[in-house]
């Protein structure tokens, strides 16, 4: 089984930073992504990053707040998030595609992506 763990969620004030990490058991991914969900909405795409770090891609709400970056040899994606907002309060899951992926494309729906972690609440006050 392939397990993902995510941590540092917690609560902030808006304007504030936090930064998630997931460690992985190691099994190779061709895109490591970051979502995120609140009640009775759509799980959506927040950041996603291939295995080498050459693509990124960010939706347009975490753009220039949110950059998302990899440590292979710690088995561990990161996303540092700046300048909070109380909308971007939600639970944020890590998660794996270990499906081939075209060069240079990061899948966005979360149904192209093969493994999960349990989520991190992320909770920004304001």
């Known amino acids: 089984q392939v397990q993902l763990v995510e941590s540092g969620g917690g609560l902030v004030q808006a304007g504030g930073s936090l930064r998630l990490s997931c460690t992985t058991s190691g099994r190779f991914d061709y895109v490591t992504g970051w979502f995120r969900q609140t009640p009775g909405k759509e799980r959506e795409f927040v950041a996603g990053?291939?295995?080498?770090?050459?693509?990124?891609w960010y939706t347009d709400r975490a753009k220039g707040r949110f950059a998302i970056s990899r440590d292979n040899a710690k088995n561990t994606v990161y996303l540092q998030m700046d300048s909070l907002k109380p909308e971007d309060t939600a639970l944020y899951y890590c998660?794996?595609?270990?499906?081939?992926?075209?060069?240079?494309?990061?899948?966005?729906?979360?149904?192209?992506?093969?493994?999960w972690g349990q989520g991190t609440q992320v909770t920004v006050s304001s």
């Open positions: 990053i291939s295995w080498s770090g050459a693509s990124i």
């Open positions: 998660a794996l595609r270990v499906i081939p992926t075209l060069a240079g494309v990061i899948p966005v729906s979360s149904s192209e992506f093969n493994y």
